[in-house]
T-cell receptor
């Protein structure tokens, strides 16, 4: 299995531009998570989906952020318009099932730089 | 609100030594405590995890100690090796919430020769 696949690995964009991050979860996994990692705040959960349905988006910082999961094998995180403070590493993770102690498998992340 | 506090922020240990990383949590509803290991340029990966019905769990050189009354848990790496150099995150979640994890701020471990 190729694991969780994220693209792009690196993204540099100018302030005000739209940014779209992509994620392909592990096949068969039915839960998907978007995390953001910064030096100041560590790893923060932004949103998670179960069976393609957003369950909890309380971590989404602002209306500028939106996430979709049109099918079981693809999810996007969009930032529009982007701001310098959005610069961070964004991780997608997936897991099998919704039971307790279910391991989350992380992708390699997308390093976003907004200048 | 920081629900999981982790210390130290960084740690330097000599090869063969013991690395100890501590975490404290506030939410008594947490009932699953994993540790994740992250190498530069990679995503976090599950290392070892514990539930509060046991006080210790050991897997190879890695041991979690858990103190429910103090709401603290720690990771011990015995016989630390240079290949253990990475950032370690403790985390916690509540039952029924799958992998909706609350992470600590991370500890950067460097094991020197």
């Amino acid at each position: 299995d190729a694991g969780v696949i994220q693209s792009p690995r690196h993204e540099v964009t100018e302030m005000g531009q739209e940014v779209t991050l992509r994620c392909k979860p592990i096949s068969g996994h039915n839960s998907l998570f978007w995390y953001r990692q910064t030096m100041m705040r560590g790893l923060e959960l932004l949103i998670y989906f179960n069976n393609n349905v957003p369950i909890d988006d309380s971590g989404m910082p602002e209306d500028r952020f939106s996430a979709k999961m049109p099918n079981a094998s693809f999810s996007t995180l969009k930032i529009q318009p982007s701001e310098p403070r959005d610069s961070a590493v964004y991780f997608c993770a997936s897991s099998l099932g919704t039971g307790r102690n279910t391991e989350a498998f992380f992708g390699q992340g997308t390093r976003l730089t907004v200048v | 609100q920081q629900q999981v506090k982790q210390s130290p922020q960084s740690l330097i240990v000599q090869k063969g030594g013991i690395s100890i990383i501590n975490c404290a949590y506030e939410n008594t509803a947490f009932d699953y405590f994993p540790w994740y290991q992250q190498f530069p340029g990679k995503g976090p990966a599950l290392l070892i995890a514990i539930r509060p019905d046991v006080s210790e769990k050991k897997e190879g050189r890695f041991t979690i100690s858990f103190n429910k009354s103090a709401k603290q848990f720690s990771l011990h790496i015995m016989d630390s090796q240079p290949g253990d150099s990475a950032t370690y995150f403790c985390a916690a979640n509540r039952g029924g919430t799958a992998s909706k994890l609350t992470f600590g701020t991370g500890t950067r471990l460097q094991v020197t020769l």
